[in-house]
C-alpha cells in the first residue's frame, strides 16, 4: 500500500527554529489560533507567527496568565477557553464566528502530558478530553471561519503517539488507569484527527497535519517527577538538560509552524511531520516516524464518529 508518508526534503532539520522556518515568508493579513500559545513551544509559536506578520488569537484557559506572557508582541490579542469545557469551548468559538473573521491557521497546541487520573464534563479522561475532544470540538465550531480562509489545521501530537493506538474498548480508561497509556492514545488520537479532517476539508481548500515537536523541557512535564526525569536521562540532580537530542523551545516550536506555513506543503495534507519534514513510516526498533494505527484512514473515521458522538458537534455531518 501507498503512503504519503515520504520526507520531501524540505532543507531544514531538528535543529531549525521557528523563525528559520518562516525566513522569507510574510504573513500580514493572515489570522492563526494557537492554543495554549502563552507558555512553551506555544509562546515560541505566537512570537515567532507575530513577527512574520500573522495576527495570533492565544485562547487560554488562565487568560491573565496569558495576558502576562504575550504582553510587548505586537498583534496579539487572548481569549478565554477551557479545552475540557464544552461550553466553554462553544463558546470562544461563537464569539470568535461573531467577529466576522477568517482563519488563516490553527494550531491546536495545547495540551497536557500524563497527569493523574482526572475526570472533566461527564466524567472522561482527562488527556484524552482535553488534547483531542477539545480540539476537535474547537475545529468543527471554528469550520465556518476555517474554510473561509481556505486554512491549514495543525494538530501537535507526540512520538508517544507510538505508545497505544485508540483504545476502543476502553478510551475513558474507566477499567483501569496508566497516565502514559493515556497520553499515547490521546496523541494517536491527535494524528488520526488530522488525517480525518484533511479528507473532510481539502474540497473546501482547507489541509490538515499532525506534527511532533521533538522533545523539549518545556511546563509540560509539570506532572512528572523530577526523579523521574533525572531516571529518564532528561535533567541532572540540578534540573540542567543532559539529553543532547532535546530541543529548545524554538527549534521544538518549528514544525508546528513550518506545517502551518510552509508553501512546500502546498496541496499536501493527512500527514504526521517531525523535524520540519514529512516523517516516514515507523521502523520497529528506530525512533521516529509515524505508526501505522495512527495513521490508517478507517480508524480516523472511526475516531471521528466517536468524538462527534461524544461532543455534539461535526461540522460535516450532512456531507460525511
Same mark, same amino acid.
Given at each position: 500500500?501507498?503512503?504519503?508518508? $515520504?520526507?520531501?526534503?524540505?532543507?531544514?532539520?531538528?535543529?531549525?527554529?521557528?523563525?528559520?522556518?518562516?525566513?522569507?515568508?510574510?504573513?500580514?493579513?493572515?489570522?492563526?489560533?494557537?492554543?495554549?500559545?502563552?507558555?512553551?513551544?506555544?509562546?515560541?509559536?505566537?512570537?515567532?507567527?507575530?513577527?512574520?506578520?500573522? $495576527?495570533?488569537?492565544? *485562547?487560554?484557559? &488562565?487568560?491573565?496568565?496569558?495576558?502576562?506572557?504575550?504582553?510587548?508582541?505586537?498583534?496579539?490579542?487572548? @481569549?478565554?477557553?477551557?479545552?475540557?469545557?464544552?461550553?466553554? !469551548? &462553544?463558546?470562544?468559538?461563537?464569539?470568535?464566528?461573531?467577529? #466576522?473573521?477568517?482563519?488563516?491557521? !490553527?494550531?491546536?497546541?495545547?495540551?497536557?502530558?500524563?497527569?493523574?487520573?482526572?475526570?472533566?464534563? *461527564?466524567?472522561?479522561?482527562?488527556? +484524552?478530553?482535553?488534547?483531542?475532544?477539545?480540539?476537535?470540538?474547537?475545529?468543527?465550531?471554528?469550520?465556518?471561519?476555517?474554510?473561509? #480562509?481556505?486554512?491549514?489545521?495543525?494538530?501537535?501530537?507526540?512520538?508517544? $503517539?507510538?505508545?497505544?493506538?485508540?483504545?476502543?474498548?476502553?478510551?475513558?480508561? @474507566?477499567?483501569?488507569?496508566?497516565?502514559?497509556?493515556?497520553?499515547?492514545?490521546?496523541?494517536?488520537?491527535?494524528?488520526?484527527?488530522?488525517?480525518?479532517?484533511?479528507?473532510?476539508?481539502?474540497?473546501?481548500?482547507? &489541509?490538515?497535519?499532525?506534527? $511532533?515537536?521533538?522533545?523539549?523541557?518545556? *511546563?509540560?512535564?509539570?506532572?512528572?517527577?523530577?526523579?523521574?526525569?533525572?531516571?529518564?536521562?532528561?535533567?541532572?540532580?540540578?534540573?540542567?538538560?543532559?539529553?543532547?537530542? +532535546?530541543?529548545? *523551545?524554538?527549534?521544538?516550536?518549528?514544525?508546528?509552524?513550518?506545517?502551518?506555513?510552509?508553501?512546500?506543503?502546498? #496541496?499536501?495534507?493527512?500527514?504526521?511531520?517531525?523535524?520540519?519534514?514529512?516523517?516516514?513510516?515507523?521502523?520497529? #526498533?528506530? @525512533?521516529?516516524?509515524?505508526?501505522?494505527?495512527?495513521?490508517?484512514?478507517?480508524?480516523?473515521?472511526?475516531?471521528?464518529?466517536?468524538?462527534?458522538?461524544?461532543?455534539? !458537534?461535526?461540522?460535516?455531518?450532512?456531507?460525511?
Amino acid at each position: 500500500m501507498t503512503t504519503p508518508q $515520504h520526507k520531501i526534503g524540505s532543507g531544514l532539520g531538528a535543529r531549525s527554529t521557528a523563525d528559520d522556518v518562516l525566513r522569507g515568508i510574510d504573513l500580514s493579513g493572515s489570522t492563526a489560533i494557537v492554543t495554549g500559545g502563552y507558555s512553551g513551544l506555544g509562546l515560541e509559536t505566537t512570537r515567532a507567527l507575530a513577527r512574520a506578520g500573522a $495576527h495570533v488569537v492565544v *485562547p487560554a484557559r &488562565r487568560r491573565e496568565a496569558a495576558q502576562k506572557a504575550v504582553q510587548g508582541i505586537d498583534g496579539v490579542e487572548t @481569549e478565554d477557553l477551557d479545552l475540557a469545557d464544552l461550553d466553554s !469551548v &462553544r463558546g470562544f468559538a461563537d464569539r470568535f464566528l461573531a467577529s #466576522g473573521r477568517k482563519v488563516d491557521l !490553527v494550531i491546536n497546541n495545547a495540551g497536557i502530558m500524563a497527569c493523574p487520573e482526572t475526570r472533566v464534563g *461527564p466524567g472522561w479522561e482527562a488527556q +484524552f478530553a482535553t488534547n483531542h475532544l477539545g480540539h476537535y470540538a474547537l475545529v468543527n465550531h471554528l469550520w465556518p471561519a476555517i474554510a473561509q #480562509g481556505g486554512g491549514r489545521v495543525v494538530a501537535v501530537s507526540s512520538g508517544a $503517539h507510538g505508545i497505544t493506538g485508540v483504545r476502543w474498548d476502553d478510551v475513558q480508561c @474507566e477499567s483501569g488507569y496508566d497516565r502514559w497509556q493515556a497520553y499515547g492514545q490521546a496523541k494517536a488520537a491527535n494524528v488520526l484527527f488530522a488525517v480525518h479532517l484533511d479528507a473532510l476539508g481539502r474540497d473546501a481548500g482547507v &489541509r490538515a497535519f499532525a506534527v $511532533h515537536p521533538g522533545s523539549i523541557l518545556t *511546563p509540560l512535564q509539570r506532572h512528572l517527577a523530577k526523579a523521574e526525569m533525572v531516571d529518564a536521562g532528561w535533567i541532572d540532580e540540578s534540573g540542567n538538560p543532559t539529553d543532547p537530542t +532535546f530541543k529548545t *523551545p524554538a527549534q521544538g516550536a518549528a514544525t508546528q509552524v513550518w506545517a502551518a506555513t510552509s508553501p512546500q506543503l502546498a #496541496g499536501m495534507g493527512g500527514v504526521y511531520c517531525e523535524d520540519c519534514d514529512i516523517a516516514e513510516p515507523a521502523v520497529d #526498533g528506530a @525512533e521516529g516516524g509515524v505508526h501505522a494505527q495512527a495513521a490508517d484512514p478507517e480508524q480516523a473515521a472511526r475516531l471521528w464518529a466517536l468524538s462527534a458522538g461524544l461532543t455534539g !458537534v461535526d461540522a460535516f455531518a450532512a456531507t460525511a
